[in-house]
């Protein structure tokens, strides 16, 4: 049997950086109640609240999100991993988007940002009350964002 996502050693060691850097531009807990970064990191993988991350990459990759995001992105752990962030949000979006991200690399977090973004399959969703926030470099592991959110709902079709 193949070991859950969140029980890598990197999933561990990226969690904590998670949970450590959002306290320290918010002064909250991401979540609370555990005792162990293993826990954390389990923990943090199966909240039911969105948890995402990129890189610092010059087209930013998606390098964490929880089970509650590949669900909502309709996507696997390994095609999140691997998909540029930009590619989250729909095309006219990408520019606000990128707004966005350059205010949170100069303030270190924002909170209360609202958006539309768009699932694999074309499930487009406007996300609320978002905390988006730098997770700076540690001991050789690259910088890059995160984001947390509990509050979407899904934008309805309109067929021709």
Do not use: C
Not at 54 to 80: C, I, K, Q, R
Not at 106 to 122: L, P, Q, V
Request: charged residues 25%; proline residues 4%.
């Amino acid at each position: 049997m193949k070991n859950p996502v969140w029980s890598s050693d990197i999933v561990v060691a990226h969690s904590g950086r998670l949970a450590r850097s959002f306290r320290q531009w918010t002064g909250r807990d991401l979540l609370s109640g555990a005792s162990t970064l293993a826990e954390l990191a389990q923990k943090l993988f199966v909240a039911p609240f969105v948890v995402v991350s990129h890189g610092d990459e010059a087209d930013p990759v998606l390098n964490y999100g929880n089970a509650t995001a590949l669900a909502l992105w309709e996507m696997s752990w390994e095609e999140f991993t691997r998909t540029p962030s930009r590619l989250t949000a729909e095309a006219p979006n990408r520019r606000e988007r990128a707004r966005l991200l350059e205010t949170v690399a100069r303030r270190g977090f924002i909170e209360d940002y609202s958006g539309i973004r768009i699932s694999k399959t074309g499930r487009r969703f406007r996300i609320a009350r978002a905390i988006v926030w730098n997770v700076p470099a540690e001991a050789g592991q690259a910088r890059g964002q995160a984001a947390m959110f509990d509050q979407w709902r899904f934008i309805r079709q309109v067929t021709p």
